[in-house]
């Protein structure tokens, strides 16, 4: 109904400026839903909510940021469905940040495939941050924006979120008698 | 996991801000000191090495999902199904909202003249309902413009003249348990409006039964003005002044029947005796009282005051019988 009192917002100009992140979107939805096919709905999803909207969003301003926002809200009214949400409880208290000197040694050659696996074990308040940032380059403040979280929250998420994916992918490694490569067992320093 | 051995505070001050170096998050100052720290540290070095590696790890592995082409023209499909048809339903329905907004416009307009109309309507009656209401305080209730002891029926017949006289015997029998105590034409001061009052007590407090000239105005005819109708006459009401007033309208006249009674008892009165005074004052026997009427004439009122609104010292309050 927004739509019809819109009549100048035209189709194409929403395509022109939302299309070209269709990539990005599905990547980062398919790494935080559960499936293939939840992914695919979350992404129609976006669009199709980004497009009721789309009077709303001010032409040159960042589409990317916008449509990131409009999938990290309906990520969260899908996550309300899941019942195999990760539980985080704990992961954010202050002994985690105080435990910096442990670091984990990573392995020399990492597979797509097992970076993959070790991402999914990765709770999933982790791991959108860590996408965000990591994969999607987005600045601390756009994190907080998108995910309505205080910096502070984004800060010490990806901080954790990292190691933990380090922590899996060692993991991984070692599943498959690899040994990280040049890893003082001793020391962890590098020979 | 193993813990690597350093015994620089500083190391462990750089390492804290690794994640926001990564991140290029840190002020220049920072930035500055850590890459001055990583030149000589190869800890630290080997340690940010190790996280840009997790990191690149990463996003090539986000890069090898590849996205379905299928869903991308699917949600191209259904976006242009969304798109409205400028030509088409949105015009439709673009026309059927603006034809909804012109009737609202008109009901409204109808519904606010109706309003006008009512309003305009109800002030009317309690207008002219006031002219009887008028009358009966100041020549009844403060003029006190009547006997104790009820004028003989003669003598009220000459006060009314031949033109209302036989209205007399109208509304003595109509009356039942009211005696009329007097009759005359009389007028409240400071208006030329002529008035026939008939001032009768019964019911323990004293009621008028008062006439006048309607000059062409009609009250309105509206079942949501009038309060009843007895036979083909509209009846209506208005508390006024601590009194209740019913009134009625025949061809040429208005009727009040006013007292302090309550409003059904004055309703119930005036149902029973606006049928039968209409009907007189409409088959004429009035048609020379209404000259005398406009000529101002009272009659039966030595030396033409009639019963002026001037009220009388010490009489001014509602009499009461037993």
Redesign the interface.
């Known amino acids: 109904m927004d739509?019809?009192f819109h009549?100048k917002v035209?189709?194409e100009d929403?395509?022109a400026a939302a299309?070209p992140h269709?990539?990005d979107l599905?990547?980062?939805a398919?790494?935080l839903a559960q499936d293939r096919a939840e992914a695919?709905d979350l992404?129609?999803e976006v669009?199709?909510h980004a497009?009721?909207s789309f009077h709303r969003f001010e032409l040159g301003t960042n589409c990317r940021a916008w449509l990131f926002k409009i999938l990290f809200h309906r990520l969260h009214h899908f996550r309300r469905r899941w019942a195999k949400a990760a539980k985080v409880e704990g992961f954010e208290s202050p002994e985690d940040q105080d435990n910096?000197?442990?670091?984990?040694?990573?392995p020399?050659e990492?597979r797509?495939?097992d970076?993959?696996n070790a991402?999914g074990r990765v709770p999933i308040e982790f791991r959108e941050v860590?996408?965000l940032?990591?994969?999607q380059e987005f600045?601390?403040k756009e994190i907080a924006e998108t995910m309505k979280l205080p910096l502070g929250t984004v800060?010490s998420r990806?901080?954790r979120g990292?190691k933990l994916?380090?922590?899996e992918?060692?993991g991984v490694a070692t599943s498959y008698g690899i040994t990280p490569a040049g890893?003082?067992?001793?020391?962890?320093?590098?020979a | 996991?193993?813990?690597?051995?350093?015994d620089s505070k500083q190391c462990?001050r750089i390492?804290?801000h690794l994640?926001?170096y990564?991140?290029n998050?840190l002020l220049v100052e920072t930035t500055s000191d850590v890459l001055r720290h990583l030149e000589s540290c190869e800890?630290c070095s080997?340690?940010l090495e190790?996280?840009t590696?997790?990191?690149d790890?990463?996003?090539?592995?986000?890069?090898?999902?590849v996205?379905?082409e299928e869903?991308?023209q699917?949600?191209?499909r259904?976006?242009?199904k969304?798109?409205?048809d400028?030509l088409g339903v949105?015009l439709r329905?673009?026309m059927v909202v603006a034809l909804a907004g012109i009737i609202g416009v008109v009901l409204g307009t109808i519904a606010t003249e109706h309003w006008i109309r009512a309003r305009r309507g109800r002030q009317m009656v309690a207008s002219v309902l006031a002219l009887g209401v008028s009358d009966h305080i100041q020549c009844a209730i403060k003029g006190h413009n009547y006997p104790e002891i009820a004028n003989p029926p003669e003598q009220l017949r000459k006060k009314l003249g031949p033109q209302y006289a036989g209205l007399l015997e109208v509304v003595q029998q109509k009356l039942p348990g009211f005696e009329i105590l007097e009759a005359h034409i009389c007028s409240v001061q400071g208006s030329p409006r002529k008035y026939v009052h008939f001032i009768t007590r019964g019911r323990g407090t004293i009621l008028s039964v008062i006439l006048t000239r309607s000059e062409g105005e009609q009250l309105p005819n509206g079942t949501a003005f009038r309060s009843g109708a007895s036979g083909s006459v509209n009846l209506y009401e208005a508390h006024l002044e601590g009194m209740n007033a019913a009134g009625f309208q025949s061809k040429e006249y208005w009727g009040f029947v006013v007292s302090d009674l309550s409003r059904d008892t004055t309703m119930q009165i005036a149902y029973e005796l606006a049928p039968p005074l209409k009907a007189a004052l409409d088959a004429g026997s009035g048609s020379e009282a209404r000259a005398d009427l406009n000529r101002g004439t009272q009659v039966g009122v030595p030396g033409g005051k009639g019963c002026s609104s001037k009220p009388r010292r010490g009489r001014s309050r509602i009499p009461t019988f037993a």
Do not use: C
């Open positions: 739509l019809f009549p035209r189709v929403f395509e299309m269709f990539p599905y990547r980062t398919r790494l695919e992404v129609q669009y199709l497009w009721k910096i000197i442990a670091e984990t040694p990573v020399q990492i797509d495939e970076v993959l991402l860590v996408l940032a990591d994969v600045s601390y800060m990806l901080s990292r994916l380090r922590q992918l060692a890893d003082d067992p001793q020391t962890g320093e590098s | 996991m193993s813990v690597l051995n350093f462990e390492r804290r994640d926001a990564l991140s998050e800890g080997r340690e190790a996280r590696r997790v990191r790890a990463l996003r090539r592995a986000a890069a090898s999902q996205p379905p869903l991308r699917s949600i191209h259904q976006l242009r969304m798109q409205p400028f949105s329905v673009r």
